[in-house]
């Protein structure tokens, strides 16, 4: 049996629906006990300077209440920087922002970043915080997440999971040798964005990755099928995944 890979389920668009009429309806807190309910590990959420789905509010229950840990997404602020050493959330996600995007559309750039990144992650860390940095699955962009001394590196998913044929191969093939880069550097490597039930498998195959982060796909299945159902799915197909990893581990796109 291989090391059980975790599973953090985003959780924005439950609030993203309460907001589209206001009140307190659905709640965050609640979906977090049935993530737990269902086999998830942690829970993400994005606190967005719009605060276009989650609000301070929601963040701070959340961080303070929550019956798992949490793994706060953000933008290396100073604002942002401050709310999360108030709050000191189990882990820190720090991404790019732009008030235009519909949603996250690529990775940070820790290289050209890596003066201003540096203090702020270590400032997370002398809390006991886990700052993790979303990256495009590059060597340069990985080896500047080591630099700036971040705990974690979070795979961008994206393109891998937006493309098929000989242009999915070739995604796959770039976050495959970009785990191997984060974890020989010490690193744990997590991935997320865009996975669904026909492309976990092989992301989860990945003996390097430990943590996959989902949202947005989970959150809208269970308009069909219900929270519970949907992420007992994922957390199988995860779990076929692993287990299916030969050993020693061999590394293959299917």
Do not use: W
């Not at 093939?173 to 490597?189: D, I, K």
């Not at 219900?226 to 293959?252: F, N």
Request: contains cysteine; proline residues 5%.
């Amino acid at each position: 049996m291989t090391e059980r890979l975790r599973l953090g389920v985003n959780i924005d668009h439950v609030a993203t629906l309460r907001n589209a009429r206001g009140g307190g309806h659905p709640d965050p807190l609640r979906a977090v006990e049935i993530v737990a309910q269902a086999g998830g590990d942690g829970i993400t959420a994005h606190l967005r300077e719009d605060r276009r789905h989650m609000r301070d509010a929601d963040i701070a229950a959340l961080a303070k209440e929550a019956v798992l840990p949490l793994n706060l997404e953000m933008a290396a602020t100073d604002a942002m920087g401050n709310i999360a050493l108030a709050l000191k959330p189990h882990a820190v996600c720090l991404v790019p922002e732009k008030r235009q995007e519909l949603t996250t559309e690529g990775g940070l750039d820790a290289v050209s970043g890596k003066a201003r990144l540096g203090p702020f992650v270590q400032a997370l860390a002398k809390e006991g915080i886990a700052v993790a940095l979303f990256l495009d699955p590059e060597f340069a962009q990985i080896e500047a997440a080591k630099a700036i001394g971040a705990f974690a590196v979070e795979l961008h998913t994206g393109r891998y999971c937006d493309t098929d044929g000989p242009e999915r191969a070739r995604e796959f093939r770039r976050l495959q040798e970009s785990a191997e880069r984060v974890a020989a550097l010490g690193l744990e490597c997590h991935a997320g964005h865009g996975l669904c039930f026909d492309t976990v498998g092989p992301v989860a195959a990945m003996p390097e990755v430990v943590e996959l982060n989902i949202g947005h796909f989970l959150i809208g299945e269970a308009i069909f099928a219900g929270l519970e159902a949907s992420i007992g799915k994922m957390r199988a197909l995860m779990d076929a995944a692993r287990d299916a990893i030969p050993t020693p581990a061999r590394h293959g796109f299917a």
